[in-house]
């Protein structure tokens, strides 16, 4: 970066952190060349075993610290969907807790420096909505047959509206996989992008450069926190969904 | 659809969004889908029932803990109980023992009076007898003396008359007039 600055002009590429790369060189990604998504994903499955099977293996009654963090991972997961979703949502509980675990250490571990953030990309974050979204609306028309569709008919307000109501309800519904999908993508992108920016000053800088590192030292904090609440946004998001496919009445 | 004509320039053009790039939208997809059958697995076979297990187990530690708590209490008050019984029973040996031993000496105060006043009483009626008895004699020689005088008289005064029989005679009737 500083002999680009020397060269003229500052040449910040905050996006360049996103692109998907093959692992071993090429240029042609097809659907099986293992890339850099292949190795952050990996990273991630990894560090869900070290946490939950690893950090777990004394079995101890009294657990040692990486077991009491999966324990609190888990007790987490599973009052949430006992609050959100009621207790015929637990059966769901593996499948909430895979999409929040990924979620998590892929957000986390996107912020160790040169990671490729995984849930910074549309093609992630929007199979993982869609996935809920069709499970979602499986459940419910399974659970509830076409009663399922009384949560599109408020019967709380007056019947004159209904009908309105329906068709705002029905689109906020179908907008839910993109609002659930973009929120975590944008959240994720747009921190590790000003930081790139702000890298990118430091660099340009020179000895000023101490301001743009104490201001991306600022927003790595707020990424950190980031990371974790748009995972745990995700999650209730889910339990919300599931909520409603279980029990649809208003 | 837009975007997604925007996104296929973006890819052509090297800047642009890598998001938007479908050309590695199978890549990602693909393999997020074996991420999430892993991740699925593991948590499903391993992580998960393990965890649940040791969380139930420490409950039931817990509860067991709780239980034998409460057990140790109950027999803590039982063997305050049974102290506080043991304690209210010596009070009522104590008792007892002190009022046997009070009756004990009481009888045998009884007994040593009885004896005490039987003694004085043998000893008053000698006494008595004694006193009787010299008053008899006393009373004898008081007799004697007045017969003898009175015959002693008689005879200064009326020899003639004198009659020792008539004498005593008239002495005993004074005597016991």
Not at chain 1, 207 to 224: M, Q, R, S, T, W
Not at chain 2, 104 to 126: N, P, R, V
């Amino acid at each position: 970066m500083a002999t680009e600055a020397e060269g003229g002009g500052i040449k910040i590429d905050p996006m360049g952190q996103f692109v998907v790369e093959p692992l071993f060189g090429g240029d042609h990604v097809a659907w099986y060349t293992p890339t850099n998504v292949t190795l952050w994903m990996a990273i991630t499955v990894l560090a869900v075993i070290v946490l939950l099977v690893l950090g777990t293996r004394g079995r101890a009654i009294v657990p040692s610290r990486s077991q009491s963090v999966a324990e609190l991972t888990y007790g987490f997961i599973h009052q949430m969907i006992e609050d959100v979703a009621g207790k015929d949502g637990l059966k769901y509980f593996p499948y909430i807790m895979t999409l929040f675990l990924f979620i998590v250490f892929g957000n986390t571990l996107g912020l160790l420096p040169t990671a490729f953030t995984t849930t910074s990309h549309l093609a992630v974050t929007g199979v993982l909505a869609l996935l809920v979204f069709v499970t979602v609306t499986v459940i419910g028309f399974v659970k509830n047959g076409a009663s399922f569709l009384s949560l599109f008919w408020v019967s709380a307000a007056p019947l004159a509206l209904r009908p309105v109501l329906a068709v705002i309800e029905l689109i906020s519904y179908f907008v839910r996989p993109v609002s659930h999908s973009v929120r975590l993508m944008g959240n994720m992108m747009a921190g590790h992008a000003v930081i790139k920016v702000f890298a990118g000053f430091a660099g340009a800088l020179g000895l000023g450069a101490v301001f743009p590192v104490v201001a991306i030292v600022a927003i790595y904090g707020l990424e950190v926190m980031v990371a974790f609440v748009q995972a745990y946004v995700f999650t209730i998001l889910t339990c919300v969904y599931l909520k409603d496919a279980l029990h649809p009445h208003h | 659809m837009a975007t997604e004509a925007q996104g296929a320039e973006a890819a052509g053009n090297a800047p642009g969004m890598p998001q938007l790039d479908f050309s590695t939208f199978p890549n990602q997809i693909f393999w997020l889908l074996v991420t999430l059958v892993v991740i699925y697995l593991v948590l499903n076979k391993v992580a998960l029932p393990r965890i649940a297990s040791v969380l139930s187990e420490r409950q039931g530690t817990i509860a067991n803990d709780l239980a034998a708590a409460e057990e140790l209490k109950g027999k803590a008050g039982e063997a305050e109980e049974a102290y506080k019984k043991a304690l209210a029973d010596a009070r009522a040996e104590a008792n007892r023992i002190i009022a046997d031993a009070k009756a004990e000496i009481q009888k045998d105060l009884d007994a040593a009076t009885e004896k005490a006043d039987a003694e004085i009483a043998a000893k008053s009626a000698e006494s008595e007898k004694r006193i009787g008895e010299i008053r008899a004699s006393a009373m004898e020689n008081v007799e004697a003396v007045a017969k003898d005088t009175a015959i002693e008289v008689v005879r200064a005064v009326l020899p003639a008359a004198e009659d020792a029989s008539a004498v005593d005679k008239a002495v005993d009737q004074r005597l016991k007039g």
